[in-house]
């Protein structure tokens, strides 16, 4: 049977299902557009949050910020100062090629009388430039680093420089005065002068105030400190102890018992230029004269040869006093012999040295023999009370004792052969 259709009721049916279709749609659309209006204000809302989070710190922050501003802030690493090595080649120049004589400051460096034209600081700019050019003016923060070699500082409102080695008697009272090692050393050949300070009196210059007195050097024995005397025109005793209240350079440990602290009246002063000068003036002609100062300033060589100094000993006692540091870095013999200490003060100097074969370039020749020290410091036995006899049956019984009735870094090792045959001979 044929299917009949209602055409009228069939398109009423399809324009209902597409007004229902085109709703649905239209209200899609409109929700995907809230939607995405919706993830857009939430982005904002966040992209405004962060911002201004960034601009306003947290009470975390703020509290970091806080402990990081009362935090001192770290000084910058200094740089290690830089020294002027006189030993490499391309600073082995004639002396006036850099030092200016006298110095410009010379008046200064010595006060009223006692002042003398020499050389009293370092070098000037100038002398720099001729051949440092290059570094004198290298782009280094804080400073170029050639300016320490004289400069404590390089600012206009500090020009202070560091401690020059001369005048000794300023430059001793300064701490860079105990780690000091000069680049040169004093040739002094004392041969050719025993008789002329052994035998003329000349009156006091006002530059140095030193007076020479009649002397001679004779072997028997007779107080350092005595006339006729010779040595102590140039070498006093430093640090006298007089009538002090201790006898000790420093302040010793309460529980030193016989453990060694050094004394004073240990060491004795060397001369410099206001004795050199006396004789060796622009006025007086003798050669050498005061600028000629390589004929006495010696590049120091390898020396082969141990000091009785021990730097942590002395920094321990806290020496400060240049003139000791310098004096007992060149202890080649006892490094805690007293010039002043027992009867030693009553010698005469040339009991224990000889001053016509001392080469002052050749420390060797200034080490005093052990034979010296016999005499008055071996005995036939311990019982009768030599230093060494008691120092040596102790080092016998245990091989790790350490000697320090005369040695600092000696008394560590073995009993020398010298002193072997020195007690050998004394039985």
Wanted: with cysteine; charged share 25%.
């Amino acid at each position: 049977m044929p299917v009949c259709y209602d055409v009228a009721h069939t398109n009423q049916a399809n324009r209902f299902e597409g007004s229902t279709a085109g709703g649905t749609l239209i209200q899609m659309t409109d929700r995907a557009n809230s939607l995405a209006k919706l993830v857009r204000i939430v982005c904002t809302c966040l992209f405004i949050s962060t911002l201004l989070a960034s601009f306003t710190p947290s009470q975390a922050d703020a509290q970091r910020r806080a402990r990081t501003a009362a935090r001192p802030a770290r000084p910058a690493p200094t740089p290690p100062r830089a020294e002027f090595a006189h030993g490499r080649r391309e600073h082995q120049l004639a002396c006036d090629k850099c030092h200016q004589f006298p110095s410009p400051d010379w008046k200064d460096a010595r006060k009223g009388d006692a002042a003398f034209p020499d050389v009293t600081r370092q070098p000037e700019h100038a002398s720099c430039l001729s051949c440092h050019r290059k570094q004198f003016f290298a782009r280094e923060r804080p400073r170029p680093r050639i300016c320490s070699v004289c400069h404590v500082a390089v600012t206009p409102r500090n020009q202070a420089r560091v401690p020059f080695p001369n005048p000794p008697e300023a430059f001793d009272r300064t701490e860079r005065a105990r780690d000091f090692d000069s680049d040169f050393r004093v040739g002094f050949p004392h041969d050719k002068h025993l008789e002329i300070v052994g035998g003329l009196t000349a009156p006091g210059r006002g530059a140095g105030g030193v007076r020479f007195v009649t002397a001679a050097f004779r072997p028997a024995p007779m107080p350092q400190d005595s006339d006729p005397k010779s040595c102590m025109v140039c070498h006093q005793t430093h640090q006298r102890q007089g009538k002090g209240e201790t006898e000790y350079a420093t302040e010793p440990p309460k529980d030193l018992g016989e453990g060694f602290w050094l004394k004073k009246g240990t060491f004795k002063t060397a001369p410099n230029h206001a004795t050199c000068f006396t004789c060796h003036s622009q006025d007086s002609g003798v050669a050498p004269a005061p600028n000629d100062c390589n004929a006495c300033h010696r590049l120091a060589g390898a020396q082969g040869l141990r000091a009785d100094f021990e730097q942590k000993l002395a920094a321990s006692m806290s020496v400060a006093d240049g003139t000791i540091m310098r004096r007992w870095r060149t202890r080649y013999s006892s490094g805690t012999f007293p010039h002043e200490g027992g009867a030693h003060a009553d010698l005469a100097c040339t009991t224990c040295h000889d001053a016509a074969k001392m080469n002052t370039l050749d420390p060797k020749s200034a080490r005093v023999s052990l034979e010296s020290c016999a005499a008055c410091h071996v005995t036939a036995t311990a019982g009768e009370g030599g230093a060494l006899n008691v120092e040596a049956d102790r080092k016998k019984a245990d091989a790790a004792f350490r000697c320090t009735k005369c040695h600092v870094v000696y008394g560590r090792e073995a009993l020398p052969e010298s002193h072997a045959k020195a007690l050998a001979a004394a039985r």
